[in-house]
């Protein structure tokens, strides 16, 4: 049976806001239950929500787990949103293996858990990386104009756009 892990956040802001991430504690033992959090760039501080400013170019992703040997499934949610957001194509770089997904393609990858030990707590630091480049198929927001009146969404650009979606306040599509 599948069992639910915890999960971690990215998000990318305009100024410096690292220093208000959000750290997590890990429990020294090992138990079954995975957990995943980003990693700061000293391997000092690990966080679950992980604040980074735009022309960040990659970010230490670690998996703690007991499970020596399992296989483990990594999901990404909102990658659409998060790469039109914020200009960048996140790419799971998998080290150990030297497998590169773009997980604007595929959002799931499956692994099987390194060997880790109670001095590592059980937890792989060294193994993934979270990758940012910049996605040249977007259209500037400074190009697109957008306007709302009379019940009509008015969507305006120099260039051609695909497709239009919006979204509510909880990531639901209201429109497409």
Known sequence: SEQESN???LELTNTDESDQSVKTMLYPE????????????????YNLVQYTSRGTKAL???VKSSQKGSELTRSFE??????????????LV???I????DLLKTSVYR????ETTSEQQYSDNNRFVL??????????????????SSSTLSVNSEKIIEQVQVYDLYGRVVHN
Do not use: C, M
């Not at 079954?32 to 700061?40: A, D, H, L």
């Open 7 to 9: 999960y971690a956040v």
């Open 98 to 101: 030297g497998r590169e997904q």
């Open 60 to 62: 230490p992703l670690a």
């Open 30 to 45: 090992g138990h079954t239950t995975p957990e995943v959090f980003f990693i700061e760039p000293d391997q000092k501080e």
């Open 131 to 148: 990758r940012l480049e910049p996605h040249n198929d977007l259209i500037s927001t400074e190009s697109v104009k957008i306007t709302y």
């Open 78 to 91: 909102n990658v659409n949103e998060f790469t039109y957001a914020n200009g960048v194509r996140p790419v």
């Open 111 to 114: 692994f099987t858990q390194s």
């Open 94 to 96: 998998d080290k150990k």
